[in-house]
């Protein structure tokens, strides 16, 4: 084990740091951020992965090298690649410019790298560290790590409701529920995410936008998952112009006479069934680490059912809608017992003006 000194610690922070200025588009690759030092251990570089097909943090930190780095030392949050992606190895770059120390904070959960690249720096002779920061590291790579392991998209379900825990009236308006501050606070959250899902009632219902509001360019994946396709040959969904939309349906109950409502910009893929998981692996494999699920009662319950949620955001208004009726945020989840409820943990509090904004991580 290496010392874990306060000056290890501020490179691999720093390397953090860099790592979480891709958090909006690096997807479907991780964040990363990478920081060299001479052999005296004066900073010289640092870079980080801005987007897919540019260069690796630890490549970019190598094009910006104001000194010679042999005999110094790398802070990377993650492993180093060790394959030919869109960019070449960055194991080979290490190797080469003479480096003898890298602290890595994690391991690559990606198979063609995960383990193999710490092994090929320990046979180059280089001294690998691994280990520092990584509770941080973890937590800024959670939804690729997630997407990598489990072939699933990382789910975040949002909603928006009132004191009374009522996220519509029964005739389904529920515009506005949350204030301005809340609603705009939405449109950045998107931008965090890389597609966003509703089911076909919220399309029919609330047709919404589902933008960031031009935060994000491109705009999140736009995904409606429908059971019927009943869907109206009107929609904002349809605008392709700004956002790109999907729509999913179960081709063993959707009448596909719909078809037709839906325009040609839209892309429309079938599944066999209705079960949620098959979306999240969907969007999985379309390389999208993170989504933002903001549907109603039926999917949402779908969806927490199949293991697709693992974060919520909730907004809550201090207004009453009141009425048995009124909608709820979930349906039933057929618990008897108080210990099958499902428990959230790590809740994060905020004030949006008059409204409460809660964030809070599923246990599975
Ligand atoms: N306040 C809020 O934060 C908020 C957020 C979202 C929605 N809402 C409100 O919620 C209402 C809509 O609720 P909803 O429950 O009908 O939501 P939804 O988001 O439309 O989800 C249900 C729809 O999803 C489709 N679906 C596909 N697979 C499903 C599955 N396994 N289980 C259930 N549905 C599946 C079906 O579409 P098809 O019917 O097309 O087959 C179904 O009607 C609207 O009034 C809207 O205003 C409120
Ligand atoms: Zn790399």
Redesign the pocket.
């Known amino acids: 084990m290496f010392e874990k000194n306060v000056s290890h610690t501020k490179w691999m922070k720093r390397a953090i740091f860099l790592a979480s200025l891709g958090k909006n588009t690096t997807s479907p690759n991780p964040r990363v951020g990478a920081v060299i030092l001479d052999k005296n251990g004066n900073l010289i570089s640092e870079g980080f992965h801005y987007k897919s097909g540019m260069p690796h943090a630890e490549a970019m930190a190598f094009n910006n090298l104001k000194k010679d780095a042999k005999g110094g030392s790398m802070y990377v949050n993650l492993e180093p690649c060790c394959h030919q992606g869109k960019t070449p190895p960055c194991v080979d770059k290490v190797i080469s410019s003479g480096i003898t120390k890298v602290y890595i904070s994690i391991q690559d959960p990606d198979k063609r790298v995960s383990g193999k690249g710490i092994k090929l720096l320990k046979e180059a002779g280089i001294q690998v560290h691994l280990g520092l920061c990584k509770k941080e590291s973890l937590n800024l790579n959670k939804a690729f790590i997630h997407r990598n392991i489990n072939r699933k998209a990382f789910g975040v379900l ?4 009132s004191i009374d825990g009522r ?2 009236l029964r005739n ?1 308006k ?1 515009k506005w ?1 949350t204030n301005e501050e809340s609603r705009s606070l939405v449109h950045s959250l998107r931008a965090e995410f890389d597609a966003i899902i ?6 029919r ?2 047709n919404p936008l589902l933008t960031t509001r031009g935060l994000k360019k491109p705009e999140p994946l736009r995904v409606v ?7 109206p040959s009107k929609s904002n969904l349809w605008d392709c112009s700004n956002a790109k939309t999907i729509v999913i349906y ?1 081709s063993s109950k959707a009448n596909e006479t719909y078809l037709k409502r839906i325009p040609k910009c839209v892309e429309v893929e079938k599944v066999s069934s ?3 998981e098959l979306i999240s692996k969907i969007l999985a494999k379309r390389g999208c680490n993170k989504v933002l699920w ?7 319950t ?1 969806a927490i059912k199949t293991n697709c949620i693992q974060e919520i955001i909730t907004f809550i208004a201090p207004k009453i809608l009141g009425g048995e009726n009124s ?1 709820n945020p979930f349906g039933d989840f057929e618990f008897r017992e108080m210990n099958e409820i499902i428990k959230l943990s790590d809740p994060q509090v905020r004030l949006m003006g008059s409204d409460i904004c809660i964030k809070s991580a599923f246990q599975n």
């Open positions: 949002k909603w928006a409701m996220i519509a389904g529920s529920i509703i089911g076909g009632n919220t399309l219902k609330d998952f429908t059971k019927s396709l009943d869907l179960d209705d079960n949620p903001e549907c109603g009662p039926g999917l949402a779908a909608m």
